[in-house]
């Protein structure tokens, strides 16, 4: 069972906007930022978003991330099929003093 | 560049030995920690514990203590996980990743070191 709570699937049509949720608690989401990461099968996972609401070099500016409180969201907008994808937040957490992670999202463009 | 460049797939078993490695580029290696997390077939990412390399101070995951160590070599920029008594509950992908910052997560990987531990 995952620290971090995310839905386990998600779906949209292409050119729609999908959000993902990241619930958490005080001590990771709510003290700390949040990062988010794609993983395609067979694939290390890689960073979408990091310190909640920044993009990596070679992001497109269709991933944006954001938090509030002890929970935060990853939106994808203009939905192309090379979407689909798992998808896993994280953050630091004070009491555990390390990283915790959500359970993963698979994205599905119908 | 950084890249995190992980040594290759392990067949084993049960009760062996085994330690995995993480070679460190492009970025000073004492400059950042390095955490190792785990990836079951089929499942999520579970944190396993990290290792600060300029003290080769580490922690770990509850779920994880006392089961594996990590450690560091700064002179050759390499982070490593040990198993001293593997079990076939630990095969799994193992990935290291570099922290961003200091109480932040991670925010590059290594490609991964496939472990299968069976009889």
């Known amino acids: 069972q995952s620290v971090l709570t995310q839905p386990p699937s998600v779906s949209g049509a292409p050119g729609q906007t999908v959000n993902i949720s990241c619930s958490g608690g005080?001590?990771?989401?709510?003290?700390?930022?949040v990062y988010w990461y794609r993983q395609f099968p067979g694939t290390a996972p890689r960073s979408l978003i990091y310190r909640s609401n920044q993009r990596p070099s070679g992001v497109p500016d269709r991933f944006s991330g954001s938090k509030s409180g002890t929970s935060a969201s990853l939106a994808i907008s203009g939905l192309r099929s090379e979407d689909e994808a798992d998808y896993y937040c994280a953050a630091w957490d004070d009491s555990l003093r390390g990283v915790v992670f959500g359970g993963g999202t698979t994205l599905t463009v119908l | 560049e950084v890249q995190l460049v992980q040594s290759g797939a392990e067949v084993k078993k049960p009760g062996e030995s085994l330690t995995i490695s993480c070679k460190a580029s492009?970025?000073?290696?004492?400059?950042?920690?390095i955490s190792w997390v785990r990836q079951k077939p089929g499942k999520g990412l579970e944190w396993m514990g990290k290792i600060d390399p300029s003290a080769s101070y580490s922690n770990y995951s509850p779920s994880f203590e006392g089961r594996v160590t990590i450690s560091a070599d700064k002179s050759v920029s390499t982070a490593s996980l040990q198993w001293t008594n593997l079990k076939a509950s630990d095969t799994a992908i193992y990935y290291c990743?570099?922290?961003?910052?200091?109480?932040?997560?991670?925010?590059?990987w290594g490609q991964g070191t496939l472990v299968t531990v069976a009889s």
């Open positions: 005080k001590s990771d989401i709510g003290s700390n930022y």
């Open positions: 492009g970025y000073i290696f004492t400059g950042y920690w």
């Open positions: 990743a570099r922290h961003r910052g200091y109480y932040e997560s991670v925010d590059f």
